[in-house]
């Protein structure tokens, strides 16, 4: 966890305080992930879809070098708009704080906020993970090392499909991130239904994911991350053929560009976006728009069963 000075939002510090369901949202993904202007729009839209589902949103980023836990609309413009906002890992965070930065949050610099927050629930879009060529690159996501000491829910569409999934699934099995299905046994694809992977474990309901949270907390099972996989139906997938011919050039593309290190995900995502003409981001705003929903209602969950 992070040992960093946290500002919180007045509405989610207040929800806190009085212990109601509050759902953690990256950063990343509005600046890096989303192509500008649909970006800020997507943003407000997903802190949204959480109120929907009764639960307060947190969007966590770095304005001028202070973390927020809950940014006001103001925050969020700017991170969605502004020129030089850094994406920011765990790693960063210091560094960013120390120059004033202005900054988004990924996955693992989310989590790791949210649960020194007290928060217990982070929905996002897809994880990062083991990128394709891992075994000469090393290009592995800080998302993976983050979620195997950070106690927190994610709840995701699986990993990107950018990604060498099935390395991914290896690797949280190796550092004991726990995986389950919400009402299936294979792992989502994110813009894809079906990454082809079996996983252990599915449930059900919200409840049964509250459930499971608090056994976990009964067994002192306090250092990792639990993932929760809600896959796109199977009729609001991508054209799974269209993916794949669009994942073979994206990569090529990359090759010939010369991109690497934390550049490499957001310039698949961009050429994705653009090589199907918009049809991959109205995708990506459903998986996220859902996730948020589940999120929330895990977290209503949670906060009942507490009393
Ligand atoms: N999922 C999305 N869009 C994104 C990301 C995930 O749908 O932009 C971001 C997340 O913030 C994730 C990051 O943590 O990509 C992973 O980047 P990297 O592979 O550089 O660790
Ligand atoms: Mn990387």
Redesign the pocket.
Known sequence: MTDFHLRYGTEVARALREHRPVVAL?S??VS??LPRPDNLRVARQIEQAVRDAGAVPATIGMVAGELVVGLDDAELTRLATADGVTKL?VRDLAVAAAAGADGAT???ATSAVAATAGIGVFA?????GVHREAAQTFDE???LVTLARTPIAVVCAGV?SILDVGATLERLETLGVAVVGYRTRRFPGFFITDSGFDLDWSLDSPEQIAAALAARVQHGVHHGGLIIANPLPTDEQLDPGLHDRTLVEGLALLERDGVTG?G???YL?SHFHSATEGASLAV?VR??LRNADLAARIAVAAADRRG
């Open positions: 990256e990343t993904i890096h992930g890992s990924t996955v693992a996002t879009g897809g994880l990062g996501s800080a998302d990107k934390k490499v995900t957001p995502l990506n998986i996220i």
